[in-house]
């Protein structure tokens, strides 16, 4: 007996009204069913849809499935790279083309930054081993002089204003004298260049001068 109590017939058995009802009532389900699989499940055969569906055990398809317009790749299906290769070779060759540009740009920065402390470094050795250190005695009078004729760099200048000098020196820039050096006296000036140092006096003096002389200029 079937699961809706369709009798099994026996040879020469007749075939009642009922069993022919419960026959056709099960035929029915069964088209039924099989509507509802296909066409509310899987919205037809030619286009499957599954809408709110969690999880599904298994489901019989035709030969090619597609989902948004790509095929859904079965079980010992082959797969053909060639199609995805100039995409590949394309985004590859982008990468390697921002990486090679930031590695140059890394490169040029690093090159830049070595140039600069190298030359940092020449202005550091240069100040600290003057070159050669020079000395004279300079007149000064009432005019602004300058301590050298001309550009001349150094690490730094010692200035002794002679006992025999009745008058005060005064030191500073072109635009102004004003720090006084007392007769019998000396100072020092941490300067590049002895032609920054200008001197005036209310009179005749004399000034002796001790010079750490550069090999190159640094300001």
């Not at 709110?52 to 790749?73: N, S």
């Not at 240069?126 to 690490?155: D, E, N, R």
Request: overall charge negative; aromatic content about 12%.
């Amino acid at each position: 007996m079937s699961f809706l109590g369709v009798p099994y017939k026996q040879p020469a058995q007749p075939l009642r009204a009922s069993d022919w009802n419960l026959l056709v009532q099960a035929v029915d389900t069964v088209y039924a069913l099989a509507f509802y699989q296909v066409n509310v499940l899987f919205g037809g055969v030619s286009n499957i849809y599954v809408a709110g569906l969690v999880d599904l055990d298994g489901a019989y398809f035709g030969d090619e499935i597609y989902v948004k317009g790509l095929k859904v790749l079965h079980d010992q299906d082959p797969i053909y790279i060639s199609a995805f290769l100039t995409q590949a070779q394309q985004q590859l060759y982008q990468l390697v083309s921002v990486y090679l540009q930031q590695v140059d740009a890394d490169i040029r920065s690093v090159y830049s930054q070595l140039v600069s402390l190298s030359g940092t470094v020449s202005q550091i050795k240069l100040y600290a081993t003057p070159s050669a250190v020079s000395s004279f005695v300079l007149p000064v009078t009432s005019t602004p002089t300058p301590l050298t004729s001309g550009p001349t760099p150094i690490k730094r200048a010692f200035l002794f204003v002679t006992q025999d000098t009745p008058y005060v020196v005064y030191v500073g820039g072109v635009s102004g004298q004003h720090f006084p050096i007392a007769p019998g006296t000396s100072t020092s000036f941490d300067v590049c260049d002895a032609y920054l140092l200008w001197l005036r006096s209310q009179n005749y003096s004399y000034v002796r001068v001790l010079l750490e002389q550069l090999s190159g200029k640094v300001c």
